[in-house]
């Protein structure tokens, strides 16, 4: 089966799994995975947990041979908001080299091409010397919660040489990007009570601290003028860049008015010691990914409101530690809360930071996976191959808390070849995949696992 008729038909069941009125949709898709993966001989079995199922599919052709463990998802973001849609979310179409619908991109477009690649693989050798297990989650846009609990209990019969996983992307068509590295994550909610009602902004401004404006003065004082993070010891364990790392960047030539053109903005934040891509993918940040607070409506309604929240999301840098940043952002809030306010903290996922060494570096590990070390290798040499320019090795800005959690549970690290791009709009409307990364994604995943089974 081609990899777009799989992804027509993924498209088309709405996993959401940050709603639970798509259950049905979570439903549907896990099931429609559990049999493709069947039909192509796989042995399924589909792990109830206390929130989405996982499936964990099997194919051993020889104890003895390399395992390797691919990870994918089948939830995906809500679609809103829904106006902005030029097409149904739920339905792919095609317009000139793109498909789109949500999950296209994330994650899929990346898991069908996986599919085709390994029917692919073993329809041509049923014997290869390779052992593969999927491993699919339905959970991974709300953060993984109950993803661990599995790889605990089923460690033993999950463990292998390396995790190949297709939920990272690519910055341009004719160079693969490896992520080497996704940023942790810590999510904090703040909730900022004043008066126990909404009071008359005239009969009572005045006398009363505006839950609006606490909560603002102290987001405005998270931050320095310079751009850097306001708070107490959250550079500690910041370690250095190493001189590859900052070469391996530069592969990717990217002129700045062309990423602003592309953001639609005229000008790139600044912060200490580092330009902007590298800000990106080696500092933590602090950001506001919401604001509420007061009347929203038409027209006006001059109240001082009850209660004013705000969201704060942490991305985190290797060897900085999700809860300690969380507590310290909650310790640094409550120092600067002016009096007639009173918080509440809604703590919310957390994940540390992943980072993998190619080989041949001055930190690659000395006890590195052979196999790791191997697939490395094809890759730069296949991606050269396919995509015409050299692999670009580099760590990118987004999270993926699990890949870190199967490394400390399973102890295995993963490779993350880039099969979306940028320009793909993951978790927006109009979310796209391309078609010339979804043939050059087949090519390229198909030859790492024949050259891992020569």
Same mark, same amino acid.
């Given at each position: 089966?081609?990899?777009?008729?799989?992804?027509?038909?993924?498209?088309?069941?709405?996993?959401?799994?940050?709603?639970?009125?798509?259950?049905?949709?979570?439903?549907?898709?896990?099931?429609?995975?559990?049999?493709?993966?069947?039909?192509?001989?796989?042995?399924?079995?589909?792990?109830?947990?206390?929130?989405?199922?996982?499936?964990?599919?099997?194919?051993?052709? =020889?104890?003895?041979?390399?395992?390797?463990?691919?990870?994918?998802?089948?939830?995906?973001?809500?679609?809103?908001?829904?106006?902005?849609?030029?097409?149904?979310?739920?339905?792919?179409?095609? &317009?000139?080299?793109?498909?789109?619908?949500?999950?296209?991109?994330?994650?899929?477009?990346?898991?069908?091409?996986?599919?085709?690649?390994? +029917?692919?693989?073993?329809?041509?050798?049923?014997?290869?010397?390779?052992?593969?297990?999927?491993?699919?989650?339905?959970?991974?846009?709300?953060?993984?919660?109950?993803?661990?609990?599995?790889?605990?209990?089923?460690?033993?019969?999950?463990?292998?040489?390396?995790?190949?996983?297709? !939920?990272?992307?690519?910055?341009?068509? !004719?160079?693969?990007?490896?992520?080497?590295?996704?940023?942790?994550?810590?999510?904090?909610?703040?909730?900022?009570?004043?008066?126990?009602? !909404?009071? =008359?902004?005239?009969?009572?401004?005045?006398?009363?601290?505006?839950?609006?404006?606490?909560?603002?003065?102290?987001?405005?004082?998270?931050?320095?003028?310079?751009?850097?993070?306001?708070?107490?010891?959250?550079?500690?364990?910041?370690?250095?860049?190493?001189?590859?790392? @900052?070469? +391996?960047?530069? &592969?990717?030539?990217?002129?700045?008015?062309?990423?602003?053109?592309?953001?639609?903005?005229?000008?790139?934040?600044?912060?200490?010691?580092?330009?902007?891509?590298?800000?990106?993918?080696?500092?933590?940040?602090?950001?506001?990914?919401?604001?509420?607070?007061?009347?929203?409506?038409?027209?006006?309604?001059?109240?001082?409101?009850? &209660?004013?929240?705000?969201?704060?999301?942490? @991305?985190?840098?290797?060897?900085?530690?999700?809860?300690?940043?969380?507590?310290?952002?909650?310790?640094?809030?409550?120092?600067?809360?002016?009096?007639?306010?009173?918080?509440?903290?809604?703590?919310?996922?957390?994940?540390?930071?992943?980072?993998?060494?190619?080989?041949?570096?001055?930190?690659?590990?000395?006890?590195?996976?052979?196999?790791?070390?191997?697939?490395?290798?094809?890759?730069?040499?296949?991606?050269?191959?396919?995509?015409?320019?050299?692999?670009?090795?580099? @760590?990118?800005?987004?999270?993926?808390?699990?890949?870190?959690?199967?490394?400390?549970?399973?102890?295995?690290?993963?490779?993350?070849?880039?099969?979306?791009?940028? +320009?793909?709009?993951?978790h927006a409307p109009n979310e796209s995949f391309s078609l010339d990364m979804m043939a050059k994604g087949e090519r390229l995943i198909y030859a790492l696992l024949r050259g891992l089974a020569e």
């Open positions: 089966m081609q990899s777009i008729d799989i992804l027509r038909k993924l498209v088309s069941f709405p996993s959401v799994s940050a709603d639970s009125s798509y259950a049905e949709g979570i439903s549907q898709a896990r099931d429609y995975l559990s049999d493709q993966l069947e039909r192509i001989g796989f042995e399924v079995e589909v792990i109830p947990t206390e929130g989405q199922d996982v499936i964990i599919a099997e194919k051993c052709n =020889h104890p003895d041979a390399q395992k390797v463990v691919i990870y994918g998802h089948y939830d995906v973001q809500p679609v809103d908001p829904l106006e902005l849609w030029e097409t149904d979310p739920f339905e792919l179409v095609q &317009k000139g080299e793109r498909v789109y619908g949500r999950g296209s991109a994330d994650n899929k477009g990346p898991l069908s091409v996986y599919l085709t690649a390994v +029917e692919k693989l073993f329809k041509e050798d049923p014997d290869a010397r390779l052992n593969v297990t999927f491993l699919l989650e339905g959970e991974e846009e709300i953060g993984s919660p109950s993803f661990g609990a599995v790889l605990k209990k089923h460690s033993e019969r999950l463990r292998g040489d390396f995790v190949l996983a297709c !939920d990272t992307g690519s910055q341009k068509a !004719d160079q693969l990007v490896v992520t080497c590295g996704l940023r942790g994550i810590s999510c904090l909610e703040v909730i900022a009570t004043g008066p126990q009602m !909404d009071l =008359h902004s005239g009969v009572y401004g005045g006398s009363v601290m505006n839950p609006i404006q606490a909560l603002t003065d102290v987001c405005s004082s998270l931050h320095l003028p310079d751009g850097s993070v306001n708070v107490p010891d959250f550079y500690d364990a910041v370690e250095p860049v190493h001189d590859w790392e @900052r070469d +391996e960047l530069k &592969k990717l030539g990217i002129v700045e008015n062309e990423y602003k053109s592309h953001l639609g903005v005229d000008a790139l934040y600044e912060q200490p010691n580092y330009d902007p891509q590298e800000a990106i993918r080696f500092a933590p940040t602090l950001e506001f990914n919401g604001i509420s607070g007061g009347y929203q409506g038409e027209g006006p309604k001059t109240v001082i409101p009850s &209660k004013a929240s705000v969201k704060i999301s942490c @991305r985190l840098v290797p060897n900085q530690d999700p809860d300690l940043i969380q507590q310290q952002l909650i310790d640094a809030i409550k120092d600067r809360c002016p009096p007639g306010i009173s918080l509440e903290f809604l703590r919310e996922h957390n994940g540390a930071a992943y980072k993998v060494v190619p080989p041949g570096k001055p930190n690659t590990p000395a006890d590195q996976n052979p196999t790791l070390a191997r697939a490395f290798e094809i890759t730069q040499k296949v991606g050269a191959d396919i995509f015409g320019k050299a692999p670009a090795f580099i @760590r990118e800005g987004g999270s993926i808390p699990i890949i870190n959690d199967i490394r400390d549970i399973l102890g295995m690290d993963s490779l993350l070849p880039g099969i979306y791009l940028p +320009e793909d709009g993951m």
